[in-house]
């Protein structure tokens, strides 16, 4: 079928991501603890899914599909979900599904729901090189890491406010412990660090060849998130950023990731770039 | 009304509700005294099966025999066993015959005919009054089912509704709170300060929960040593516990000191040392150990003795209300189970219908 289009699937992704948080939502407000299997299901078919609408993509980009907003926020939401469906059985952390589909739920609807997103498609990889694309896609998948370091921050602040206010019943009695959470926001953050660390090892050794490519800016942007997210995990380890604050620091700077991939986006569209079309399933 | 010479599933016997506890000690079953009892009880006429639920709250027995009269030679027979008298015992037995008797073991086996409503270790009493009869041949086809299927639908009440959900003792409350600071207590060390009564309960609470690491100090050391010995634990002068308090993630107070022990500097300077770990306060003294300003500092979680017990009263209230909704279901599962002994039961033995 000729109308079974990338995006058909990837609203499918989105249907299936929202379908979980609906269902974990109504099980919460009856004060009863969803299925971690069922939410465990529902992602993972959201996940095969997008990876199906997003394969579709990258086959006719023939490369990774990361060439605008629409497609950044979807790599987002995947890599993110990706990553839960790893660490989802290995920490069984309560919630940490619930709280994934409504992340993925919330990428996935707002970049289907502004067309302007995803009007312009480059249709060349920049610098014509396959490792500026790995570089990119390593970079996106670090983003992914990122906001699920912000999702469990925010089950961490939550918590921290449950024992401090006393609101221990209903939603924040399915909560996981305070120091789970604190293990795994470190971890998260120093796997986001080192994968963010890896996309700009390769992306500055292209740099350095061919300067011009890359503007000034882009630079600034990616390097100050970069930077600040280093600073965290070292202020952790220390022992000086730590609890609420550090929560707060990775959800700030999660915000202002996502609000960079307009200006990083911006900066690629010296390449070659043409009007989307849908990219059909079946030719 | 059931007809008195038809066969009768029953149950009969003396619980927390109707007796104190001076005549629950003189009506409890003993080791050697049930042996003793349940040979006389193979030996009652009409008596076709039998299980004898005995613990510290109840002692009940659950039978089918072969009319009413019997149940009323067995209250007899054990009021002379016990040396009880058979007019009191009359005055504070329950005793309930055919759907109710079932409802009543659905009831007790669900926890809800518990002194502590929802408590789930009744249901393993259950069992092993179960598993006891079975080894004497006393349970027969009708207790067979009767006891399988209120294992299965007791199990379903504690899934579907939310009867044992929160804590209602002071200590288990700490423990819970304790776990969703810390998840797994096994790598929490605790700080005990005062070696009173309720110290000792928190002590043993955190220890059925996995808590493996214990510090106990009290101002008097062969009580702390004394303590300590029952739960495998490090005892300690009094004075030398801020020397441990960087070290603890759990610290629970109980001591009788007129003023504060454990101060906000104090707490201050143990986070210093470690800033990243929670540090975990339960005060339970009155007048109260611990500064609260001491909750103030970053990481730490300080939880008094009036708030263990406000929220002990919460999950006590929302099991109450619970209860309902698991009445209704043990009700229509004990209609059901009901109807089905009374259609299955030989013709020759078959139980009274459902009135």
Known sequence: MDTFTDRTWLWFAATLYLTGFVLGTVALLRDRRHSRAWMYLLITAGFIIQTVGLSLRGKALQGCPITNIFELFQFTAWSATSLYLVIGPTFRLSLLGYFTACLSASLTFVSLVMPAWDAVRRMKIPGGSPWIEFHAALAMFSYGVFALLALTSIMYLLQVFSLQRRHLRGFFSFLPSVVDLDHISYRLLCAGVVLMSAALSVGYVHWIHDRESVPFYKILITGSIWATYSVALVLRWRGILITKRLAWTCIALFGAALISLGPINASRNKTPTTPAAPTASQP | ?355
Not at chain 2, 190 to 201: N, P, Q, T, W, Y
């Open chain 2, 1 to 355: 009304m059931s007809d008195p010479s038809t066969p009768t599933l029953f149950t009969l016997g003396a619980s927390h509700h109707t007796t104190p506890i001076e005549l629950r000690e003189k009506l409890a079953l003993t080791a050697d005294k049930m042996a003793l009892f349940c040979t006389r009880l193979n030996q009652l006429a009409g008596l076709r099966e039998y299980a004898v639920l005995n613990t510290c709250n109840r002692v009940e027995f659950y039978g089918y025999a072969t009319s009413a009269e019997t149940v009323e030679n067995l209250q007899r027979e054990f009021c002379a066993f016990q040396g009880f008298s058979d007019a009191e015992f009359s005055a504070i037995r329950q005793h309930a015959l055919d759907r109710d008797a079932i409802q009543h073991l659905l009831e007790v086996s669900a926890g809800l005919d518990s002194q502590m409503l929802g408590e789930t270790e009744i249901l393993g009493q259950v069992k092993d009054a179960y598993a006891a009869a079975q080894s004497r041949h006393s349970v027969g086809p009708v207790l067979n089912r009767v006891f399988q299927k209120t294992f299965q639908y007791a199990k379903h009440v504690r899934t579907h509704t939310a009867i044992t959900e929160g804590q209602i003792s002071v200590a288990n409350v700490a423990v819970d709170l304790a776990t969703k600071i810390f998840g797994n207590l096994a790598n929490a060390h605790i700080l005990l300060l005062g070696a009173g009564e309720i110290g000792d309960k928190t002590a043993k609470a955190f220890q059925s929960r996995g808590a493996r690491s214990l510090t106990v100090a009290s101002r008097r050391l062969e009580r702390a040593q004394e303590l300590a010995a029952t739960f495998n634990a490090a005892a300690l002068p009094f004075e030398q516990w801020p020397t441990q308090l960087a070290h603890s993630d759990i610290v629970v107070c109980s001591t009788a000191a007129p003023e504060t022990v454990v101060t906000a500097k104090a707490i201050l300077n143990a986070m210093k040392k470690r800033p990243a770990r929670p540090l975990f306060l339960i005060d339970l003294a009155l007048p109260r150990d611990v500064d609260p300003a001491a909750a103030e500092g970053e990481n730490v979680f300080l939880y008094n003795l009036d708030d263990l017990a406000k929220i002990a009263e919460e999950n006590l209230a929302a099991r109450t209300t619970e209860m309902i909704r698991a009445r209704e279901i043990l009700t229509e599962k004990a209609n059901l189970l009901w109807s089905q002994i009374s259609k299955n039961a030989p013709a020759a033995n078959r139980l009274n219908a459902p009135t």
